[in-house]
């Protein structure tokens, strides 16, 4: 059976799945070949062996990483709940029917979309001379919550017309319409961009080792700078990366797991509609 075209391009032929495959193999290989490359580099460089991981067996250094990956946890808990929360009350501000007030929020969320992160992190931590940790928090707060902002306002407005139209004429009010209607299939539909944005958040927390707050890779360049043997950075980053890689595969899982629930929910889940049957017959009707 001859597989139909699409309305974006036409299905490929024989000839065009075979250089497709070629494409394939030919791409693979050269992945393969640059990763066995790169560890042909590490083996020639001496990088597997024991002396240069010895030290992460020492309990110093294991608590060290352990400390300073806490510090990371604790930096993205507070970044993320905090973004999620400016984020929401900039979107209202930017929904909001008051000009004076939308204005406001757009002119938030654009400045800080446009101010780099670490930029903002420098002028909290040094011109308002604040702590590591909450200027660390602050900077990603700021910058994550404003992008969230924009993703939280698309995804209530994506939402079909007829829905809102719907709910209006039922006589709910505005507040109601977002709170029952809008933003629950929003949520759903905004759910991949808004994980996107946490792991973005969590990655971002490593800029906290410019501001000397005792992150991750804080740790990881403590280490580092005290050990005596040649290219010391890349056992410690080849210890970091993956736990880094980790945590964001995590909480994309997470994700996935929320969503699966939701479409699991009794409240999203559609009725079931039995067969119709025969009605009662009118007044004088056989």
């Known amino acids: 059976m001859t597989a139909a075209s699409t309305a974006l391009y036409d299905i490929p032929g024989p000839a065009t799945r075979k250089r497709h ?18 560890v042909y580099l590490l083996f020639d460089t001496d990088q597997f062996t024991a002396a240069k991981w010895n030290p992460f067996v020492y309990e110093g250094i294991q608590e060290l990483l352990l400390r300073g ?8 808990a507070y970044a993320a709940v905090l973004s999620l929360a400016l984020g929401a009350l900039l979107a209202t501000g930017r929904l909001s029917e008051h000009r004076p007030l939308r204005w406001l929020a757009t002119l938030l969320v654009e400045f800080f979309r446009a101010m780099p992160v670490l930029v903002m992190i420098f002028f909290i931590f040094v011109a308002l001379k604040v702590q590591p940790l909450p200027a660390l928090v602050a900077g990603l707060t700021l910058y994550n ?33 977002m709170t029952y209607v809008l933003v629950p299939q929003g949520v759903r539909a905004m759910m991949p961009t808004i994980i996107s944005q946490l792991v973005v958040a969590l990655k971002d927390t490593s800029l906290g080792f410019l501001i000397t707050y005792e992150e991750f890779l804080h740790a990881g360049k403590l280490i580092a ?13 080849m210890v970091i990366s993956p736990i880094y ?19 699991r929910s009794p ?20």
Do not use: H
């Not at 494409?23 to 066995?36: D, N, P």
């Not at 890689?245 to 997470?254: A, D, N, R, T």
């Open 245 to 263: 890689i980790g945590m964001c595969m995590l909480l994309s899982w997470f994700a996935q797991w929320v969503a699966k629930r939701e479409k």
């Open 21 to 38: 495959f070629l494409y394939g193999v030919v791409s693979a290989l050269l992945i393969a070949a640059l990763a066995g490359w790169v």
């Open 225 to 237: 700078s005290n050990l005596d043997y040649d290219l010391p950075f890349i056992p410690v980053v």
């Open 145 to 177: 919550g404003s992008v969230l902002a924009e993703v939280f306002r698309t995804g209530v407005n994506s939402v079909e017309r007829g829905q809102r139209e719907a709910a209006y004429s039922l006589g709910m009010r505005k507040m109601q319409v």
């Open 69 to 76: 990956l806490g510090n990371t946890l604790k930096a993205f």
């Open 267 to 286: 409240k999203t889940e559609a009725v079931d509609v039995g067969p119709a049957e025969p009605g009662a017959l009118l007044p004088g009707v056989r």
